[in-house]
């Protein structure tokens, strides 16, 4: 019997063409020591790639592959580009990406400039802002109140009996709402009247004296929630445009929407998220001024016609 030996591990053989072996994009290809006869000792040994990560056991490094290196790029310029991306000089963009996205640039040196020139296209509207401000409260209500949403329902559902569940207790606001009915105050609905988060639904939602006590403390945590939300979008992005370098499918990125937000735009939408407040709630007080007047008036007339007769 033939004794067994192992072979030592190489990063490459010059005598293989690995971009045959396997389609582009070219991982790290990690050699491992393989059990051989000794008589196979001098052939090339299995290849095995690595596609997470290894662990070295002297060290404890890990090592990442090709995709991983990629990926970390990607989140890198999408950082980068929301905080600058407002001043940013040609030059500037030019020696960051040179000194930082490497193995961005070795996939495809148009990239970079390809998601900056597209990320200057893509801004917020005061709509979108609006509705971002709006959906993002309700999420803090939900923490605040402990409200678990039920996974076996659907969305409009979901959303119907959280609107229920949230706004049942406040009567005088149910009061001012169309046959009592909560279900008019739930956007986006076929059956709703308020189809979208405008200037009528905002006059409406922010009557509810108990959403106007938790839309102040949401204020006060607005800062913390919008850079978690712009974190998550930028790992999301980074994903995906991941899989679109991948499959080379450039021509997504060119009408790909879901940036995350620019630096600029997140002090816009913070002054948005107060201006909100102060409109709508003041309108309350207003209305509720107009009303006692109207009362005061009512009143007085019919001291008078009383005292006339």
């Known amino acids: 019997m033939l004794p067994i030996v192992y072979a030592t591990s190489y990063l490459n053989y010059p005598q293989l063409n690995l971009q045959q072996l396997y389609p582009i994009p070219t991982q790290y290809y990690n050699m491992i020591p393989t059990k051989v006869m000794c008589d196979q000792a001098c052939q090339f040994p299995e290849i095995a790639l690595n596609e997470e990560v290894s662990e070295n056991t002297d060290s404890n490094r890990l090592i990442y592959s090709k995709e991983n290196l990629v990926l970390q790029e990607l989140n890198l310029l999408l950082r980068y580009l929301s905080k600058n991306i407002s001043l940013l000089k040609e030059k500037t963009f030019e020696n960051f990406a040179n000194e930082n996205l490497k193995n961005l640039i070795s996939l495809n040196c148009d990239i970079p400039n390809i998601l900056k020139k597209r990320y200057i296209q893509v801004n917020k509207t005061k709509e979108e802002m609006t509705k971002f401000i709006i959906r993002k409260c309700f999420q803090f209500i939900k923490t605040e109140i402990n409200y678990q949403d039920k996974d076996n329902l ?142 005061s008036i009512k009143l007085e007339h019919n001291e008078l016609s009383e005292s006339i007769s």
């Open 154 to 295: 659907g969305a409009e559902e979901r959303d119907r009996l959280f609107y229920h569940t949230f706004f049942s207790s406040d009567q005088e606001f149910i009061k001012t709402l169309e046959n009592n009915s909560i279900d008019d105050l739930i956007p986006f609905r076929k059956e709703s009247k308020l189809k979208t988060i405008n200037d009528t639904y905002l006059k409406q939602l922010f009557r509810s004296q108990k959403f106007c006590c938790y839309y102040q403390k949401f204020l006060n945590e607005f800062s913390n929630i919008f850079q978690l939300e712009n974190e998550e979008k930028i790992q999301k992005m980074a994903k995906q445009i991941l899989k679109i370098i991948f499959t080379r499918d450039y021509d997504k990125i060119k009408i790909y929407r879901r940036f995350p937000w620019k630096d600029h735009e997140f002090r816009k939408c913070e002054n948005r998220a107060q201006e909100i407040y102060w409109k709508y709630h003041s309108q309350k007080f207003k209305n509720e001024k107009k009303l006692l007047k109207k009362e």
